[in-house]
């Protein structure tokens, strides 16, 4: 679906808000590409390169290791992740923060491999599960920007392909916002978690592109957002740094390896491999694009309302559960649906996530946006106990050392 002409239409649009922005002259959009457009998240702590896009006011010089000095907030989140490998029995986990569009901490502990010994590092590639649904909204928010599938799906396939569906013995018009949503299988009335539901939306997508492949389109969006290390989970092709998959045998007492499975029916709801580095720039993506332009202004991927919708909760889904309430591919905390997530005591007053579930794999994509604050999770364990506690944990150390820190606004001018 991202033909070239396609592309060149994203970014004709992208350059035109960035005219908006008043941030370029004439002579500054010639300079900048269609490909350094698109590379604008996230930043690298002393990654001065990330941050010269030919802007025609040069972008402030930032001290990042002085005005970002997290050691305390590591050191303490590393206390408490060993504590909860070591209770769990996880065999490996990685963890990447970022604040305010920057990673500031990347870290990996235990074993990718156990028969290898080969360690967890940032680079370890790992199944992602559902955040899958996260990234796949993302690129349906795209074509939803280009008014491709809006209409009820019976219009996009035919009846060989989907047929039609009875609910208390009337015919039913399923819609794409019912399966967003999870709120299909009783339609509108109630939510129910499915991943096959993604596998229809992508056959709804994929009927509106070019070569009618959605497994090709997705690597392609990833290609595009610079998620260099993301894949589709396929078992034959080499992917450098894949881990091994693990679940714990209660019989025994000990880890196991997963078998091989092929998950390949489910690639638009839970069938990606990825970074916790990746997952950040998504992340970050989809924040700056929420909030409209990024700490120094420029632009987001994706449009603002879009973004929002995704993120607004689904009465009928937070009524029905106890987590907060599901968006579009995000589960979404906000307003009231807070109390009823975090109980008695909210943690954060607004929260965006998905969490995934996988063979021998679990993983956690946190976005808290009034501190800016991206969490990116991956573990190589299946059904990984206490992977939210832990996690929330590791996001309120650093949540709160942000609070305590006015030295952590960011200078939009400055001669520092
Ligand atoms: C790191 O954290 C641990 C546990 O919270 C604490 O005992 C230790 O003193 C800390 N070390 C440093 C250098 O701050
Ligand atoms: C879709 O594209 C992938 C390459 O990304 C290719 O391996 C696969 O065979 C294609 N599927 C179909 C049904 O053509
Ligand atoms: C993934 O594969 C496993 C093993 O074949 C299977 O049990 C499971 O149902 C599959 N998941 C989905 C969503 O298709
Ligand atoms: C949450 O509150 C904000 C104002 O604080 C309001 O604009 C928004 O519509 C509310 N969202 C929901 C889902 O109730």
Redesign the pocket.
């Known amino acids: 679906m991202f033909t070239d002409d396609v592309l060149l239409e994203i970014c004709e649009k992208k350059m035109s808000r960035l005219k908006t922005f008043g941030i370029f002259t004439a002579g500054g959009i010639a300079a900048l590409t269609c490909s350094q457009a698109f590379q604008l998240y996230p930043f690298k702590i002393g990654d001065s390169e990330q941050l010269s896009v030919k802007l025609e006011e040069p972008i402030p010089k930032l001290d990042y290791n002085k005005k970002y000095d997290f050691t305390n907030s590591i050191n303490e989140s590393i206390f408490k992740l060993d504590q909860w490998r070591v209770a769990n029995t996880i065999p490996g986990y990685v963890i990447g923060i970022s604040v305010k569009g920057r990673n500031v901490w990347l870290h990996g502990d235990g074993f990718a491999d156990i028969e290898n010994a080969i360690p967890c590092t940032p680079n370890t590639v790992m199944r992602i599960a559902s955040i899958s649904k996260s990234i796949t909204a993302a690129l349906l928010g795209k074509m939803l920007e280009e008014k491709k599938v809006y209409k009820p799906i019976r219009e996009y396939l035919t009846p060989e392909q989907f047929p039609d569906k009875t609910w208390e013995d009337k015919k039913v018009d399923i819609t794409l916002r019912q399966l967003v949503s999870h709120i299909v299988a009783k339609p509108g009335t109630k939510y129910v978690y499915t991943t096959y539901g993604w596998t229809l939306i992508s056959a709804v997508m994929e009927s509106q592109m070019k070569d009618k ?1 959605f ?2 389109a997705i ?1 392609s969006f990833v290609n595009e957002l610079g998620m260099k290390h993301t894949f589709v989970d396929e078992n034959s092709p080499i992917i450098y740094n894949r881990a091994s998959y693990y679940m714990f045998n209660k019989k025994t007492g000990k880890i196991e390896n997963c078998p091989s499975v092929d998950n390949s029916s489910k690639i638009a709801g839970g069938g990606l491999l990825s970074t916790v580095g990746d997952l950040l720039r998504f992340g970050n993506l989809m924040l700056y694009s929420w909030k409209g332009t990024d700490p120094f202004g420029r632009p987001g991927y994706l449009d603002s309302k879009i973004v929002d919708q995704m993120w607004t909760p689904v009465e009928t889904t937070f009524k029905s559960n106890s987590f907060g309430g599901y968006g579009i591919g995000w589960v979404s905390i906000r307003n009231e649906s807070a109390k009823k997530a975090f109980a008695a005591e909210p943690r954060f007053s607004t929260l965006f996530y998905h969490s995934g579930g996988a063979v021998g794999a679990s993983s956690l994509l946190i976005i808290e946006p009034e501190k800016e604050i991206v969490v990116a999770f991956i573990t190589n364990m299946l059904s990984a106990k206490e992977m939210y506690r832990i996690v929330y944990d590791v996001t309120e150390i650093f949540s709160k050392q942000i609070s305590g820190d006015s030295s952590l606004k960011i200078a939009t001018t400055s001669t520092s």
Do not use: A, C, R, T
């Open positions: 492949n497994s090709k690597k």
